[in-house]
């Protein structure tokens, strides 16, 4: 697994119950933050990727601060625009897991950090380059919210109408095995879709880094890759590859339109 993309959403809810034994307390929210109210006419909300300011935790590590730095306005605009969005630190050590994950609980969106005795949090922080670092981790958080977004539209691992799902199993599977090759493949058009989201994200708000960051995505991606598999978006981020199919006041429109536009063009 690549270390900024949440596998499933059941690894985080599992950990979210060790959490909730200790602190698993919201993140603070920036002084004068907008009260979460949904905004007119869509999620096109105005996010100031300038404030970034969050006020000092003893709680929170150096690490989760500036994850939390560069996320926050992606978690400022979903709550300006109504997501029921909380913001989870996990208290104890997650060697291996994924950073920044999402977790559905009881209606509401949940953004958890499991940073703490995790190497790939500061890995992951390392490998990006200065410049790009904010709208990189943007860019991981409206992923993240993308998920959200399909969770709250009760529409996780569902398809459009009218359409099918294109890739059959292998032959030869037995029954156990075909039912987790379609399950493989729904987790994959979520990835895919969130992928999408994290781009269009990027378009509104770093449009001038666009094509830096989706290459950058692109070659994620390709590492490692093991073709048809979870996180094998790469047929969907090709036809994102100028940007311009993403554009729409909403950042989950857009990414809708090319999500459909790729469902039958995945092999």
């Not at 404030?51 to 989760?64: K, M, Y």
């Not at 109504?82 to 209606?107: E, K, S, Y």
């Not at 998920?147 to 009218?162: S, T, V």
Request: hydrophobic residues 45%.
């Amino acid at each position: 697994m690549r270390p900024f993309i949440a596998d499933l959403f059941c690894a985080a809810l599992l950990s979210l119950g060790a959490a909730s034994a200790s602190w698993a307390g919201q993140a603070p929210s920036p002084v004068g933050s907008a009260p979460h109210t949904p905004a007119p006419g869509g999620d096109h909300a105005p996010a100031t990727t300038a404030a970034r300011s969050i006020p000092t935790d003893s709680r929170i590590s150096p690490t989760e601060q500036r994850w939390l730095q560069g996320a926050w306005p992606v978690i400022t605009h979903a709550r300006q625009t109504g997501v029921p969005l909380d913001v989870i630190v996990q208290p104890q050590p997650m060697p291996g897991a994924a950073p920044l994950a999402m977790a559905f609980v009881d209606g509401r969106c949940k953004l958890v950090l499991s940073m703490r005795g995790n190497a790939q949090a500061q890995a992951t922080l390392d490998a990006i380059a200065p410049p790009l670092l904010d709208a990189t981790l943007e860019l991981m958080a409206a992923h993240e919210l993308g998920h959200c977004r399909r969770y709250l539209d009760g529409a996780w691992y569902g398809l459009p109408a009218g359409f099918v799902a294109a890739v059959k199993p292998p032959a030869g599977l037995n029954a156990e095995l075909a039912a987790m090759y379609a399950k493989m493949q729904a987790t994959r058009r979520e990835e895919a879709y969130g992928d999408l989201v994290g781009l269009a994200w990027t378009r509104q708000h770093h449009s001038e880094l666009y094509s830096r960051l989706h290459a950058w995505l692109m070659a994620e991606r390709a590492t490692d890759l093991i073709p048809g598999s979870h996180h094998d978006t790469l047929a969907w981020l090709r036809l994102a590859g100028n940007g311009t199919a993403l554009d729409d006041r909403s950042i989950f429109a857009g990414a809708a339109t090319v999500w459909a536009n790729g469902l039958n063009l995945a092999p």
